[in-house]
T-cell receptor, first 111, second 114 residues
Framework: ETGVTQTPRHLVMGMTNKKSLKCEQH?????MYWYKQSAKKPLELMFV???????ENNSVPSRFSPECPNSSHLFLHLHTLQPEDSALYLC??????????FGPGTRLTVL | DQQVKQNSPSLSVQEGRISILNCDYT??????FLWYKKYPAEGPTFLIS?????DKNEDGRFTVFLNKSAKHLSLHIVPSQPGDSAVYFC?????????????FGKGTLLTVNP
């Protein structure tokens, strides 16, 4: 497996469910990111981790909880989401101050 | 308020002709700009970038032009090929050691017709 992978690729969940999105990168990068892309909106940066430390939280609601156990893995834990949270969630990684490589995304639908 | 704007949601060109994708930004502090390409069901793929100390960067068929006074950049693809059909995102960031934060435009869907 190479590049940035994300699982699951599609997820449907109810508002009371708890689920997690997983991202893994095999590029030796030290920075990892979560982005959200809603319909007809630009990609929005959610979180940045640099060397496993969270360095950016872009005013994201607490129902989204990131976790970065090591430089290769990034999780986004979801709980009590709202229908408006339905979106494409993209993970990316990079060397510091370098271009970001994106995974294929998880298409999330909240019912 | 959008800091990076791609005002054309879509663009259609003939194979072999030039494609010009435009991007405007409002934050004069941005000093590093990137273009990404996205195919359906895939994540965005880095295409080309330019630093604010330059006004042009070329990589094969792709050239990015930066006009700082107009806060405008453009991506030229010459010659356009059907495989270039994708959504193109413009992104901008502040560098100074932490260009981690990319601000994206909404994207332009390019269709190259055979």
């Amino acid at each position: 497996e190479t590049g940035v992978t994300q699982t699951p690729r599609h997820l449907v969940m109810g508002m009371t469910n708890k689920k997690s999105l997983k991202c893994e990168q095999h590029l030796g990068h030290n920075a990892m990111y979560w982005y959200k892309q809603s319909a007809k909106k630009p990609l929005e940066l959610m979180f940045v981790y640099n060397f496993k430390e969270q360095t950016e939280n872009n005013s994201v609601p607490s129902r989204f909880s990131p976790e970065c156990p090591n430089s290769s893995h990034l999780f986004l834990h979801l709980h009590t989401l709202q229908p408006e949270d339905s979106a494409l969630y993209l993970c990316a990684s990079s060397h510091p101050a370098d271009e970001q490589f994106f995974g294929p995304g998880t298409r999330l639908t909240v019912l | 308020d959008q800091q990076v704007k791609q005002n054309s949601p879509s663009l259609s060109v003939q194979e072999g002709r030039i494609s010009i994708l435009n991007c405007d930004y409002t934050n004069s502090m941005f000093d590093y700009f990137l273009w990404y390409k996205k195919y359906p069901a895939e994540g965005p793929t880095f295409l080309i970038s330019i630093s604010s100390i330059k006004d042009k960067n070329e990589d094969g068929r792709f050239t990015v032009f930066l006009n700082k006074s107009a806060k405008h950049l453009s991506l030229h693809i010459v010659p356009s090929q059907p495989g270039d059909s994708a959504v193109y995102f413009c992104a901008a960031s502040l560098s100074g050691g932490s260009n981690y934060k990319l601000t994206f435009g909404k994207g332009t869907l390019l269709t190259v017709n055979p």
